[in-house]
């Protein structure tokens, strides 16, 4: 089986279900956005919404398609940096649980955490204190074994920081690895327009990206976003929510549907996705089999507050795949 290594932020999901939109006017956080905030701001969106109930869990987007393939039996591995306080422990132990090998870095800032906003229609928005992620050693990436990895999954967020994404996507093609990115935020996609355009065309081979990340990055609705990021990739996928995605690989390209389910939460379906479709590409399976991986894995986390499932979901879900 092939391995498959992520690089993302570590952080704490503390997911808070809102009853209104207008609780993020007052926060000023656009809807459906990823904003970073510094750990004063962080605590007076946790403040405002104290009254609501809160669940809290590992994430960050990568940690959560790799946490994902552990749990179907990928070998996978993650890179990271956490605190040494509870929440950093509470993280290893959830991927260590997972079976993912850990390639972590310890410092003594707190862990970041993740506070994620959920309306009542399921969209989700996203005050990101990146406490010790913001940590990220050059050093250690300039260091790392990429070799030892057949693919390389990039998250999005970490487009903020151009030196680190640069030097990862060149270390691992030039390791010969097969390089993903999951573009995660469309205000961070048009924030770094014109990079990511740069790397994608120069080192990336699949793209994830949901219809508001494609639209940010191209200009343009999901098909004519897939056509665009398919001339320049080997892989595009591009997820348009309830209607399921759409892949193209050259010439070829398939509609995947969506699984029937209860909708709860959207939190983690888009990195379940990611989770499903490589795991299927790591088997070797068609790329539309791949989707469809994608499709059951995305369908089933949506029934679940934030981005983990219980070990009998899971066992299901390994049968049906």
């Known amino acids: ?33 990823m904003q970073l905030v510094d750990k004063t701001r962080s605590n007076q969106v946790l403040d405002r919404v104290k009254a609501f109930e809160k669940s809290n869990s590992a994430g960050g987007s990568t940690a959560n398609t790799i946490h994902g393939l552990g749990m179907l039996g990928a070998k996978s591995g993650f890179i990271g940096v956490v605190g040494e306080d509870e929440f950093g422990g509470a993280f290893v132990r959830d991927m260590v649980n ?10 003594k800032n707190e862990t970041g955490r993740v506070v994620a906003l959920v309306t009542p229609d399921f969209e989700r928005t996203f005050a990101t204190h990146l406490g010790a992620s913001a940590e990220f050693s050059m050093e250690f990436v300039n260091n790392f074994k990429f070799s030892d990895y057949n693919y390389v999954l990039i998250e999005g ?25 999951d573009l995660c935020s469309y205000n961070v996609v048009e924030a770094n327009r014109d990079f990511l355009n740069e790397i994608i065309t ?16 191209t200009g ?21 929510g309830s209607k399921g995605s759409i892949i193209k690989s050259g010439e070829a390209s398939w509609d995947i549907g969506v699984i029937d389910v ?8 888009g990195d379940l996705y990611a989770s499903g479709f490589l795991y299927g590409l790591s088997e070797g399976k068609p790329l539309e089999t791949c989707g469809n991986y994608g499709a059951i894995l995305s369908g089933n986390v949506i029934e679940f507050i934030g981005s983990k499932m219980s070990k009998e979901r899971w066992n299901a879900i390994k049968a049906e795949v």
């Open 220 to 240: 343009m609705e999901p098909r004519k976003a897939l056509d665009e990021i398919a001339s320049k990739v080997k892989i595009a996928v591009v997820k348009i």
């Open 157 to 181: 967020f970490l487009v903020q920081d151009h030196q680190l994404v640069r030097t990862v996507a060149e270390k691992a093609k030039a390791a010969g690895l097969i390089t993903a990115i």
């Open 1 to 33: 089986m092939k391995r498959i290594l992520g690089i993302g932020n570590a952080l704490v999901d503390i997911m808070v279900k809102i009853d209104n939109d207008q609780i993020l006017n007052e926060l000023d956080l656009p809807k459906g956005s």
């Open 262 to 269: 209860k909708p709860v939460d959207t939190t983690g379906a």
């Open 202 to 217: 120069k080192y990336i081979d699949i793209v994830f990206a949901n219809e508001e990340e494609a639209k940010a990055l």
């Open 98 to 107: 997972a079976g993912v090998d850990l390639h972590m870095v310890h410092t």
